[in-house]
């Protein structure tokens, strides 16, 4: 955290800035409280960005768009029954919520909204005390009940009332205590991880689509680990993911393997830095992390101990991508996120027949081929699967892996690899073998594929007289 001294410069400056100020006056002016609350105050205190303006008002939602419509470019309700009004000022947008007192009611994670009457009230219904801090405008006084500035400093997670009253009122505050864990980098107190250990099943009641936006937003975090971590540690993950403990199994003196939960652990931080180093300044790609994340969870259920202390997962591969179909559409991920991911996973051991011995040409573009638009991913990920502490493997795994790239790339440059197709169209196989549409001209097609793949581009002339032949030996033993 910055200093104390630095973070009220910064709280100034953001107080100073247009917006704000306009805001400010024009709550005063019309008789109104008017305070900056929760991430923006945070986030000045630890010298982070300031991305959202959130404020909180004793106004309700009526007499706030009152205020704000002379001033704003543009309004409109974000969640009227909660006391939210949004607005664009001078270019920024803005979200203004009425002081509550919400009341809960243990079986959802609904609560009945209830306006308060205080700033102080409103303060101790929020998630975590250095999220419960707020700026009082115009007169930049700091209001603290709970003790978030003294947490900021000691980096701590903390709840404002007690941990197991905040998470039952609201168990995804669970989930946002692991998110917050990774993004600021901090440690969650005793209480708040023997309440997130005991209350872990009540996460059930929240929606398959809120945990997963969550769990979205933690692995989005440069460093997600410590998050999911706490997650496992606590339980919660047993509830939403299960296969990711599942994956922390029993190492005897007999059989040795790595730890699979720790190695995929490091092959998720291993593919992060492989997008800040290949796509720095792009959103972090949600579809390599959990195809990086869940790539061994086919293990567990293919291990086997074989003679002399050896253990084996036969076809974890594919078991793995079935699991992470079945678990990405239980938490109701699209459909796109889910093919995606169970094809990496699918594919994720392909790369490791190369350094056994020299592929074809052929080989190499049925690799480009079956990864399709995924071939960047595929590499990433099959990089971030080396996690080895021999020095001399790595290496090796590592110039192979450089070498198929080279290859790749240079029979791009000479096939444009990246769209494939035979040297005939379908009409050509039509007007040639003199054939109607149908079965047989997707079997001509497919030949015609399977000689583009394995020499290369052929020419009409020769493609013609090949599937000439192929039909007739077709015919004859038809």
Do not use: C
Request: zero cysteines.
């Amino acid at each position: 955290m910055h200093s104390v001294a630095q973070a009220v410069e910064r709280l100034d400056a953001l107080a100073s800035t247009e917006p704000v100020a306009l805001l400010a006056r024009a709550f005063a002016d019309a008789g109104h409280e008017l305070a900056l609350v929760g991430g923006p105050v945070r986030d000045a205190f630890l010298g982070r960005p300031v991305t959202d303006l959130d404020f909180t008002t004793d106004a309700d939602p009526d007499q706030t768009l009152r205020i704000v419509e002379p001033i704003a470019s543009a309004t409109w309700d974000v969640g009227r029954q909660f006391g939210t009004i949004a607005a664009r000022i001078r270019g920024e947008q803005v979200e203004i919520t009425t002081y509550r007192s919400d009341v809960y009611d243990g079986e959802t994670r609904k609560p009945e909204v209830a306006f308060g009457d205080t700033i102080e009230d409103d303060l101790l219904r929020r998630d975590f005390t250095v999220n419960a801090m707020a700026l009082r405008l115009p007169q930049r006084e700091l209001v603290d009940v709970h003790g978030g500035v003294e947490d900021l400093l000691a980096e701590r997670l903390r709840t404002p009332q007690a941990a197991t009253v905040s998470f039952r009122d609201d168990p995804l505050r669970m989930m946002r205590a692991a998110r917050f864990t990774s993004q600021l980098g901090f440690t969650v107190s005793d209480e708040v991880r023997a309440a997130m250990t005991e209350l872990a099943d009540s996460i059930d009641i929240v929606s398959a689509e809120r945990v997963r936006d969550e769990f979205v937003k933690l692995l989005a975090t440069s460093e997600p680990v410590a998050g999911i971590r706490l997650l496992v540690d606590t339980g919660l993950a047993e509830r939403f993911l299960p296969e990711l403990p599942a994956m922390r199994l029993e190492i005897d003196e007999h059989h040795h393997h790595k730890d699979v939960y720790e190695h995929s652990l490091t092959v998720l931080t291993q593919a992060i830095g492989y997008e800040a180093e290949r796509h720095a300044g792009e959103v972090p790609d949600t579809v390599l992390r959990l195809a990086a994340l869940l790539h061994d969870i086919g293990k567990p259920a293919t291990r086997k101990l074989e003679p002399g202390g050896a253990v084996s997962f036969h076809h974890h591969d594919l078991v793995g991508a079935k699991l992470a179909k079945k678990r990405l559409r239980a938490l109701r991920f699209d459909n796109d996120t889910i093919a995606a991911v169970a094809r990496l996973i699918e594919l994720h051991l392909r790369f490791f027949g190369y350094t056994e011995g020299a592929w074809t040409d052929s080989a190499v573009r049925r690799y480009v081929r079956d990864a399709g638009p995924l071939l960047e991913r595929l590499h990433e990920l099959t990089r971030s699967d080396v996690t080895t502490r021999n020095r001399r493997k790595a290496d090796r795994l590592g110039f192979a892996y450089d070498d198929l790239e080279d290859r790749i790339a240079a029979l791009a440059a000479q096939e444009e690899l990246d769209s494939i197709r035979p040297d005939l169209t379908g009409d050509d196989i039509m007007r040639i073998l003199d054939i109607a549409p149908g079965r047989a001209v997707g079997e001509a097609y497919r030949f015609l594929l399977e000689v583009r793949m394995d020499e290369g581009p052929l020419g009409e002339d020769e493609a013609a007289a090949r599937l000439r032949a192929w039909w007739a030996e077709r015919d004859a033993t038809a």
